[in-house]
Nanobody
Framework: QNQLAESGGDSVQAGGSLRLSCKVS????????MGWFRQAPGKEREGVAA???????KYADSVKGRFTISQDNAKNTLYLQMNTLKPEDTAMYYC?????????????????WGQGTQVTVSS
């Protein structure tokens, strides 16, 4: 059973930083994509960053240069380092995984999801 568990969400001031973690268990695919998505109240869930099993990354334009996705395969953990946070980054952040992804930042391409962790950025 694939399980993803996010942590690291918090309330911070604008300009601050956070690092989100996603612990993965039971996921045994040798090739895969993993991604971070976020959903603000009243808005659709959107892709933030994704990484494949070769380490290739993809970012939404809104976070390029501020967020960095990475993975530690030894710890089965996915990370999202978020710097220079803005109030518009406020959202519930989810990690997702799937062995077969065509569009890395598209929600519907992923079948396995965590429960989310809340990030709130105040001005």
């Amino acid at each position: 059973q694939n399980q993803l568990a996010e942590s690291g969400g918090d309330s911070v001031q604008a300009g601050g930083s956070l690092r989100l973690s996603c612990k993965v268990s039971g996921y045994t695919y040798s090739t895969y994509y993993m991604g971070w998505f976020r959903q603000a109240p009243g808005k659709e869930r959107e892709g933030v960053a994704a990484i494949d099993s070769d380490g290739n990354t993809k970012y939404a334009d809104s976070v390029k240069g501020r967020f960095t996705i990475s993975q530690d395969n030894a710890k089965n953990t996915l990370y999202l380092q978020m710097n220079t946070l803005k109030p518009e980054d406020t959202a519930m952040y989810y990690c997702a995984a799937d062995p077969d992804v065509y569009r890395p930042l598209t929600t519907s391409d992923y079948n396995y999801w965590g429960q989310g962790t809340q990030v709130t950025v105040s001005s």
